[in-house]
């Protein structure tokens, strides 16, 4: 069961959109210009992600399982320019109904209201076109903003992960975010 998400308008000219392998150079670029940014909330990574070719491959693996139902990848595009990405992933259905969610944003797009903005279009679309009951997030400890973000958006802040994610090279400690959609 593919996830459907149709196109949401944001300000500045934004849009919402799900990924298409057509967007792998301008994905390539945005986590080019990005790079230094997003290093310190990121795995490490090889060469080849920051590459079409590289982002080619990863666009196929997400548009793959968004039509098993398990991911929903969406950018930020701005024309043909990429300026960041929400994934609804590691859907999980049966007695759970759950997804986890992740996101970035270009460093000159940050501040904006965008990322709670997309971030309320898919906690809609995820309780009523996906039928799910809650979605998690997760933020290293220092990550502020995000768990404000994340706040706003009626998550609840349920606990800390020792050593959860290998990210910018070392096992760290996240806080847990859930939203209940059904309650």
């Known amino acids: 069961m593919a996830l459907d998400f149709a196109d949401k308008e944001l300000p500045g000219g934004l849009v919402l959109r ?28 090889e060469e080849e992600f920051y590459t079409e070719e590289g982002q080619t491959r990863r666009i196929r693996e997400q548009l793959a399982l968004r039509e098993r139902g398990t991911a929903l990848p969406l950018v930020f595009a701005e024309g043909e320019t990429i300026v960041g990405l929400i994934t609804l992933s590691s859907i999980v ?4 109904q759950n997804g986890m969610l ?9 501040g904006r209201g965008l990322m709670s903005e997309a971030i309320a279009a898919v906690i809609d679309a995820s309780r009523d076109d996906y039928g799910l009951h809650r979605i998690q997030a997760a ?6 903003a995000s768990q404000t973000v994340l706040t706003r958006a ?10 959860y994610l290998l990210i910018a090279g070392r096992w760290q400690d996240h806080v847990l975010f859930q939203r209940i959609l059904h309650e």
């Open 139 to 144: 933020t290293l400890l220092n990550n502020q």
């Open 102 to 110: 992740g996101y970035w944003l270009d460093r000159d797009h940050t």
């Open 93 to 96: 259905r049966g007695a759970f």
């Open 18 to 45: 799900t990924v298409r392998e057509a967007d792998a150079g301008a994905l390539a670029a945005a986590y080019a210009r990005n790079r230094g940014h997003l290093a310190q909330w990121d795995p490490t990574r």
């Open 154 to 163: 009626g998550f609840e802040r349920i606990g800390v992960a020792p050593q």
